[in-house]
């Protein structure tokens, strides 16, 4: 089957089941070169506490699910990809990781006192977002948080063969205000916003965008 063939939940899956060993090799360090992100995630933790669970939807091979749980999360990770997976569990056996669609989250309603989607929701097409928002905060109990982060910008960004591999995949950037937007409209108060200029020492060419935000504890907010 050719990539044109595929649906776009499918496509994300190919792609990252055909560099997942080649991704979690380049950017095995890539927190180490985060600070801000590091110090974010950090006062995340202090935000969600310790006694509810926290979902790292979209985790890849596992980075963030794993510093995380070294803050002292009850924290499991989520993907569509089998050979992403594969990877976060060999390099850390003692998490829950698990496979599935952030769009259709099995998990009871209002389940999880933290909801993380780091850099997960770029290849979420913009009309779907609503829905992406709405899921998060369904399963997030009231006054639970959110932590969104992703590039901010406007034009998309087509990977086209990365690390040699036969697949190509768009990413896409948002501007932070309209996703602001779409989180209150799910039920979402804004608690920080945090825009940083890119990194050229990390290759970036877009700023970069990290909010968290609070599931309102009613239906008013």
Known sequence: MTEDALTPT????????????DYAHHFRDELTARPLERALLTAYAELVGRDGEVADLGCGPGLVTAYLASLGLKVFGLDLSAAMLAVARRENPAL??????MLGLDIPDGHLAGVVSFYSSVHTPADQLPA?????????????????????????RRVDRPFGRPVSLDFL???????????????????SRT???????????????????????????
């Open 132 to 156: 992406l928002f709405e899921e998060y905060a369904r399963v997030l109990a009231p006054g639970g948080h959110l932590l969104l982060a992703f590039q901010a910008g406007d034009a998309p």
């Open 96 to 101: 829950r990781f698990e496979q599935g669609s």
């Open 195 to 221: 825009v940083r200029e890119p990194d050229p020492e990390l290759a970036e060419t877009t700023p970069q965008a990290l909010l968290i935000a609070r599931r309102n504890t009613d239906p008013e907010g």
């Open 10 to 21: 499918e496509s994300v899956q190919h792609f990252y089941d055909a560099i997942a060993e």
């Open 173 to 191: 950037r948002r501007r932070p205000e309209r996703m602001t937007g779409l989180l209150t409209e799910a039920g979402f108060t804004l608690h």
